[in-house]
């Protein structure tokens, strides 16, 4: 199938980061780090990995450190440079953006997921675009946004991540209705958003999205769903009532929730042992204090 090349990702990051207070009082959550990377890295890595080349983040008030992040910093490479410390260079290299490529709206209000993505309309165009939670982080060997660029590809409508979870956590979900089961693809026929009770499926939307640019036209409407807010996943069912062109999309990979303290704990814990210069000092670690704690049961 011939579809429009996706080189667009948008990354909604004006929450405010509440559930990690006191930590997230001065340091936006997505500069909190799994080992030394903060999540936003993760996030931009995969991005990068998918082929993506402009970034648009949907930023509000006190997020100014991630623009910072991402910036040159002369002065910090000046020194690392005259000190030899080549390797730093190239890890700090990895948050330089290229001129031009990293755009920053404000939402305003705090109206939604949707809202939030529909903040950066203008920057996105007329054509299909990524979108990234950057709290859920995805520990795959293909990245995830890369598996779902090449399902778009061979569908050309709209692809969301999409994972099983356990009866009891789908009112935390938008929560995919399966009109047809074909393995590692869905074709959705309904969308919920945290359905209090009878959830259609266990299929639950995971952070990352592709999108059409229709879902903008729908976002233009305003319209609130659940919790009040404008909600990403009611514009997504929008197209399957137009166009019938929404999948949800199995990805191959560990999905962390890191706007979970459990979540980015089991996320720290993963990424630091897969770390081949803390594996063995941290298992080591790791396997004495479950000793331990076994012992003082
Ligand atoms: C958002 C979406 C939801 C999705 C979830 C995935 O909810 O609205 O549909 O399942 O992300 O993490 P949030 O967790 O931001 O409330």
């Given amino acids: 199938m011939s579809t429009k090349k996706v080189t667009k990702a948008v990354f909604p990051v004006a929450g405010m980061g509440t559930r990690f207070l006191p930590a997230t009082k001065s340091v936006p ?7 030394d990377r903060p999540l936003i890295q993760y996030a931009i890595d995969e991005a990068r990995a998918a082929g993506i080349e402009e970034f648009i983040f949907v930023t509000s008030r006190g997020k100014s450190a991630l623009e910072d992040y991402f910036d040159v910093s002369p002065t910090l490479e000046a020194s690392l440079k005259a000190s030899g410390k080549d390797e730093l260079l190239q890890i700090l290299g990895t948050t330089n953006m290229d001129d031009g490529r990293i755009a920053y709206v404000r ?3 705090a109206l939604g997921l949707g809202h939030a993505v529909w903040c950066a309309r203008r920057l996105i165009g007329d054509e299909p675009f990524a979108v990234m939670l950057p709290d859920d982080v995805i520990a795959a060997d293909k990245p995830c946004l890369q598996q779902m660029v090449e399902a778009y590809e061979e569908t050309g409508g709209n692809v969301v991540a999409a ?27 309904a969308m919920v958003e945290k359905p209090k009770s009878n959830p259609p499926s266990n299929l639950a939307v995971i952070g990352r999205y592709i999108l059409t640019p229709e879902v903008l036209n729908t976002l233009d409407r305003q319209e609130t769903g659940a919790g009040g807010e404008i909600q990403l996943t009611d ?6 009532e137009t166009s019938n062109n929404v ?15 459990a979540g ?16 063995d000092e941290f298992s080591h670690f790791l396997t004495d204090v479950v000793a331990a704690q076994k012992l003082a049961q």
């Fill in 247 to 261: 999948y949800g999309f199995r990805f191959k990979g560990q999905r962390y929730d890191c706007g979970s303290k």
């Fill in 264 to 279: 980015f704990l089991q996320a720290t814990v993963a990424f630091g042992l897969a770390r081949d210069d803390l594996r």
């Fill in 107 to 109: 939402q305003h209000r």
């Fill in 163 to 189: 994972m099983e979870v356990p009866t009891e956590r789908t009112k935390s979900y938008g929560i995919l209705d399966v009109a047809e089961d074909m393995g590692d693809m869905v074709r959705v026929k």
């Fill in 235 to 240: 514009a997504i069912a929008r197209e399957i």
């Fill in 29 to 35: 959550k997505e500069i909190l780090s799994l080992v």
